[in-house]
């Protein structure tokens, strides 16, 4: 076994503004798992959110979890000792995403075959961060033409306020008019409970899908308020990254977000999914700034997933990777053994 890692600069098409803030260009750290004759390829995002904030930081705790002795174990089994190592799970989705690239090649098989996933059918959302209804005016059509786009995933929750809010989202509504997009929206916390209930009303009326994480991670207790009188599905993003998580709060939503950077990899988000089915919640699955090594091995599992959003790789010029463009609307994977997401040669540096 030998492990290569390449640090990689993701250039973004437009910066991203969520209620936390604005995220520009990144660095990502790819993976590539050398055994018997065969290449995994993984990807893992930095984040502070995900305890490790830096490219630095993620090679260090690989590096340490590496050391550890992983040879000849089980993505499960090392998905444990990192959660015991307090590995970061943007670390650990590097390695676990380049290991089921690895077993799927070495099965001959994609992988979502190698993992008895049909593939996906449910178009991906495109997202809009927050901006002003000017930007929005500009933006929407740069997004959209030329596309097979279904869906816009709004980011709300500005920390103007609520108003701020109204007037981003009316213009949304008057440029989506020309396009047949459904829309979506996601607060990233950026609501208190009474702000929310007002705006998940206000935006059912404006024929809104569902809401994704109305309220700030730490304030799931008053998720109670919300859900009994919801006029639209509530999912978590924020407020649930292990599958663990789910009982906490599946009483009081619709369903969950589920991250390969925030979970930790493929090993934890096939748990996530049984977990949610177990407790008729609804799965959705997203990403962070990645390109098309992470999102293919996203894509390979989301065949089993109800609500998709992978559509990072999409903002980025250029994409420094292969393997998933949008078909109809769908994020597909190529159909090639493993994830189908490569590493371009010109980044080996
Ligand atoms: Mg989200």
Redesign the pocket.
């Known amino acids: 076994m030998e492990i290569k890692f390449y640090k990689v600069l993701l250039k973004k098409r437009f910066p991203l503004a969520i209620s936390r803030g604005v995220r520009g260009d990144s660095s990502n750290l790819f993976v590539a798992y050398h055994r018997e004759g065969i290449t995994g390829w993984g990807e893992a995002a930095p984040g502070k959110n995900e305890n490790a904030g830096t490219i630095a930081e993620v090679k260090k705790q690989l590096i340490q979890l590496i050391k550890s002795g992983i040879e000849n174990l089980s993505p499960q089994e090392i998905t444990l000792i990192a959660r015991e190592m307090k590995i970061a799970p943007c670390a650990l989705a590097g390695l676990d995403i380049a290991i089921w690239d690895w077993k799927a090649k070495k099965a001959n098989l994609p992988l979502h075959r190698l993992l008895n996933f049909p593939l996906p059918t449910v178009p991906t959302s495109v997202t809009i961060g927050i901006n002003t209804p000017e930007v929005v005016k500009q933006r929407i059509p740069l997004l959209l033409d030329g596309t097979s786009t279904k869906a816009l995933k709004v980011k709300l929750g500005s920390p103007e306020g609520l108003d701020a809010d109204k007037d981003m989202f009316a213009q949304v509504l008057e440029s989506v008019k020309k396009y047949d997009v459904k829309l979506r929206v ?1 607060a ?1 916390g950026g609501w208190n409970t009474l702000d929310a209930i007002h705006m998940m009303k206000w935006l059912a009326e404006r024929g809104v899908d569902y809401i ?2 109305p309220l700030e991670e730490g304030q799931e207790s008053e998720l109670k308020y919300l859900f009994p009188n919801r006029p639209l599905p509530i999912f978590l ?1 924020e407020s649930c990254r292990y599958a663990d998580d789910i009982p906490k709060w599946a009483e009081h939503v619709d369903g969950v ?1 589920i991250k390969l950077m925030k979970c930790g990899g493929v090993t934890e988000a096939l748990k996530i999914i049984e977990k949610a089915k177990s407790f008729s919640l609804k799965t959705m699955i ?1 990403c962070m700034s990645e390109s098309s090594v992470s999102i293919a091995a996203a894509a390979s599992i989301s065949g089993a997933i109800d609500h998709i959003d992978l559509d990072s790789h999409y903002n980025l010029a250029p994409d420094p990777a292969t393997g998933v463009r949008m078909s109809d609307g769908i994020s597909i994977q190529d159909q090639v053994p493993g994830h189908g997401g490569v590493l371009k040669e010109k980044y080996y540096a």
């Open positions: 996601d990233n994704e994480q993003d977000n997203g």
